[in-house]
């Protein structure tokens, strides 16, 4: 017993009193940016060449040296990261496009940074071997908002053996603390023609590196308090608008950003439009509820993780969310926005203000007024409040409150996570008066046994107006159980059981699903899931899923089988096809869509998806078709150019949607958006008109 216990209380002690302090971040010139690691000028930075495979077993990484190094002077932190490729694997990159989602399929660096430390919120910066960025807010500790943009610099170099890159990342925009405060970082490097993830922490795990727990701790840079921390970013706006009549527009605008402390930034917008806000696809939606459409709108987006509540943005579909910022302002100008959030002492938090346009269906000035706030409860958990007052369209009397608490550790299955989220929300309207909505979630998500099981109560009274639900009156529960495995290969397998039950409070309605599913998904990113399911509905109100067909009220059930499969970004051609074929309301229901995208080389890209539902019921059968082609243009990482083309043959009306940016120099940009509808032969509420937009934003810190 003594020869056990004595080596495992000397291991103990060597852990606890002889570890390593963080490493730290040094202070240094700044280096010339252009993607060159030239001798000597990276000497004296913390520098960090231990990098381990993920998502395969196969230790392969001698020919894939990789170096990834750090210093900053006060005001940016500045990476170096040297990628030495393999024999027989050349580099792959095929995309210059700033936040193009193609990028995660090319050679490219990943690099998390949590400036906090607290384990709860970060960033992701992305680089590809051509200099393409796309960035991201990380929040609820590995959650991504890919909206966010921050005004960072990569230059990058490809060599015959391998790749280079140089990143210059401004400190205000991540708020990094006073002091040396202990951050967290963690990097991920793929090589697409192999296949292969390598990562500097936590590479054994089935997390992904957006896992902020999971990210080394270093000795973060000490921001100096040169200069007022204000970055400006006024905007000449031109606007002509012809549809049944024309309106001109030329005014002034501004868009400020002050870093009042190193954690707390204080944004303000004035007169500003979103014409250059990307354009909702085309959805025709068989379902009796509203179908839920993301916000895009830049002012909106950032810092948009501080607001989450709940886990209930998890997974990008909700049910139900008490603040939805797609409620504010949509379509309208806003006179005003004021939005305040970062850290103060163990609080994470944001406090919104907007005031939009007025029309003539308003009952005053719309307003809305949100506040967000968590604060944590020991290492693995937090608690929070959320307060919003306000509605669209200016009504008084809306209001709303709630709670919510997260439970997060990995000490179950290995190390794998597991997270419980509970919440209660009340909210107050003029008409309804108050309504209630209360649930919770518990989730193991990592290798190994995967399960989920959730609930909502949502109140026939409960009604937040500045945010969303998809239906009240209800009670809903979700359950998910199955294993997730990887081979020795790195492809990742899952087989589970899933179900879903929605009943009615009144008990006139129910909707319960379930059935085993299927997926697989291979290291370079092809993938297949499947899934055969059971449906029993009823419903008190009948309804049209498409123009001319009607679904009388009763219950019904019907079998139906799910089958999507997709290809890697990474390749010249990709795409992906879906189809969901069987019975479906006493009827059947086929649903087809295909999608491909053809990269012949970085500058340009098109793609086209095709979606038909097809329905048949006994009074009838209909098809509802889309159609979504896109051709982009990106002659540098500066600028860009593109068109999307839309059709549906419910509305009968064809949209087309321009946008092109050019940075003319680090201080002034072009940004031109046109949109143009051809009024519809079929539906009177689909009208044609034409709108453009033309904007010289600069950009200035102070």
């Known amino acids: 017993m003594t020869s056990r216990i004595v080596p495992w209380l000397l291991a103990l002690l060597a ?148 790749w280079s890159a140089e990143l210059a990342i401004p400190l205000a925009a991540l708020g990094a603390p006073a002091g040396t405060p202990t951050w967290g970082l963690n990097a991920e490097r793929r090589i697409g023609a192999m296949g292969l993830w390598l990562r500097l922490a936590a590479a054994d795990s089935g997390r992904t590196v957006l896992t902020l727990a999971d990210a080394l701790p270093v000795q973060g840079p000490a921001p100096s308090h040169a200069g007022w921390g204000l970055r400006l970013e006024p905007a000449l706006r031109g606007s002509i608008e012809r549809g049944q009549g024309t309106q001109r527009e030329l005014a002034p605008a501004l868009d400020a950003f002050w870093r009042a402390t190193p954690g707390v930034t204080v944004s303000a917008t004035f007169n500003t439009n979103f014409a250059y806000a990307p354009l909702d696809d085309r959805v025709i939606s068989l379902s009796r509820f509203e179908i839920f459409r993301p916000d895009r709108r830049p002012f909106f987006t950032q810092d948009a993780g501080r607001f989450a509540f709940g886990g209930l943005a998890d997974g990008g579909d909700p049910n139900l969310l008490p603040f939805f910022s797609r409620r504010v302002g949509l379509g309208r100008t806003l006179d005003a926005g004021l939005k305040v959030s970062g850290t103060a002492g163990p609080v994470d938090f944001g406090v919104l203000a907007v005031q939009t346009e007025r029309t003539g269906d308003d009952v005053a000035t719309p307003r809305a007024l949100v506040l967000r706030a968590t604060t944590p409860l020991g290492a693995t958990q937090h608690a929070g409040l959320i307060a919003t007052r306000g509605s669209p369209d200016g009504a008084p009397g809306s209001a709303l409150v709630g709670v919510d608490h997260r439970w997060r550790d990995d000490v179950w299955f290995g190390g794998e996570p597991v997270q419980t989220d509970l919440w209660w929300l009340q909210s107050t309207h003029a008409v309804l008066g108050q309504g209630q909505a209360w649930g919770g979630r518990l989730r193991a998500d990592g290798l190994g046994p995967v399960a989920t099981l959730g609930w909502q109560h949502i109140d026939d009274a409960f009604e937040p107006a500045l945010g969303y639900v998809m239906q009240a009156g209800i009670t809903r529960g979700n359950a998910l159980a199955g294993w997730r495995e990887r081979t020795a290969a790195g492809s990742t397998w899952q087989a589970a059981l899933s179900g879903e039950a929605t009943r009615r409070l009144d008990g006139r309605e129910h909707d319960v699903m379930a059935g085993p599913q299927v997926e697989w998904e291979n290291t370079h990113g092809d993938g297949v899931f499947a899934q055969v399911f059971h449906e029993d509905a009823r419903f008190d109100e009948g309804y049209a899923p498409l123009p001319g067909l009607w679904v009388a009220p009763g219950r019904y059930d019907w079998t139906a089988f799910m089958l999507e499969a997709w290809s890697s970004t990474a390749r010249p051609l990709y795409g992906h096809a879906f189809m969901r074929h069987g019975t479906w309301q006493g009827g059947h229901l086929t649903v087809l869509e295909a999608g491909l995208t053809w990269q012949p080389n970085a500058h340009w890209s098109a793609g086209l998806t095709l979606t038909q539902q097809a329905i048949s019921l006994p009074g009838g059968s209909g098809r509802g078709r889309t159609a979504s082609a896109t051709v982009s243009h990106t002659p540098s990482t500066d600028a860009e150019l593109g068109l999307v083309m839309q059709y549906d043959n419910i509305s009968g009306q064809w949209l087309a949607g321009w946008r092109t940016r050019w940075a003319m120099t680090e201080r002034l940009e072009w940004r031109l958006a046109i949109d143009h509808a051809r009024a519809s032969q079929v539906a009177q509420w689909a009208p044609g008109f034409t709108r453009a937009s033309l904007a010289l934003v600069g950009t200035w810190s102070l």
Do not use: C
């Open 15 to 162: 852990t606890t009193s002889l570890a390593a302090p963080p490493t730290a971040i040094p202070q240094g010139p700044a280096p010339q940016l252009d993607g060159v690691l030239a001798p000597g000028e990276w000497e004296g930075g913390a520098t960090w060449t231990t990098w381990l495979p993920t998502r395969t077993h196969a230790p392969e990484t001698a020919e894939a040296a990789t170096r990834l190094a750090a210093r900053h002077d006060g005001q940016w932190l500045y990476i170096a990261f040297d990628a030495r490729q393999p024999a027989g694997a050349p580099v792959q990159a095929h995309s210059l496009r700033r936040d193009a989602e193609s990028i995660a399929g090319d050679d490219h660096l990943a690099l998390v940074l949590d400036p906090q430390g607290t384990g709860r919120n970060g960033f992701m910066l992305m680089v590809n071997a051509l200099g393409a960025r796309r960035d991201g807010i990380v929040f609820d500790g590995n959650q991504l908002h890919p909206e966010w943009d921050a005004n960072w610099v990569a230059k990058t170099q490809v060599r015959a053996d391998g």
